[in-house]
């Protein structure tokens, strides 16, 4: 009995599979040069929270230059908006101790020229949702840069808008990031 051709189609069928599975990996958002804000509005004002408590990690076909799958989270009371009242309050509202994370993970991503559409699914207030949104994708050299923004409304996550002075706040939240990934 003769081995050689089986163990050389072994041999032949585990570095194709290496291959292809060479050129997709899984990097991780620079948290030092990435950014991740909301924005809120009431009648009186308009007030922005930055996160620096988050992870943003994509699947990435290097060899099509294609993002394949996304997944990000953030901490809630990693959110600053500069007033420490503003925020004490806000994550009293948001059940942080109850709801610590909000996350977003999607597979289903199409590139056209350098745009984006982004279909997933949000979690925030222990209630997931599915969004879809634009970004921007520019590859310079090794060095990947995805901008981005989308909104949601707090009742469609079983929230009610704050007030301030009986004026309540938009229903909506505007999401703003910028994620920097080093690619190759």
């Not at 394949?68 to 004490?88: H, P």
Request: hydrophobic share 45%; proline share 3%.
């Amino acid at each position: 009995m003769n081995y050689k051709p089986s163990i050389y189609t072994s041999l032949l069928l585990l570095l194709m599979t290496l291959s292809v599975n060479a050129q997709t990996k899984y990097i991780k958002a620079e948290s030092f040069s990435s950014t991740l804000t909301y924005t809120m509005k009431n009648p009186l004002h308009d007030w922005t929270g930055d996160s620096d408590e988050f992870n943003c990690s994509i699947e990435y076909d290097a060899a099509n230059r294609k993002i394949k799958s996304v997944e990000a989270e953030a901490i809630i009371i990693s959110f600053d908006s500069n007033i420490k009242m503003r925020n004490k309050n806000a994550f009293k509202m948001l059940d942080s101790n109850l709801f610590p994370v909000v996350k977003f993970v999607a597979d289903d991503i199409s590139l056209l020229d350098n745009t984006l559409i982004i279909v997933g699914l949000l979690t925030f207030h222990g209630v997931t949702h599915p969004i879809k949104f634009a970004a921007t994708q520019v590859l310079v050299k090794n060095q990947l840069s995805v901008k981005g923004k989308f909104s949601i409304k707090l009742t469609d996550f079983k929230l009610q808008p704050p007030s301030l002075l009986g004026l309540k706040a938009d229903d909506n939240i505007d999401i703003k990031f910028a994620m920097n990934f080093v690619v190759e």
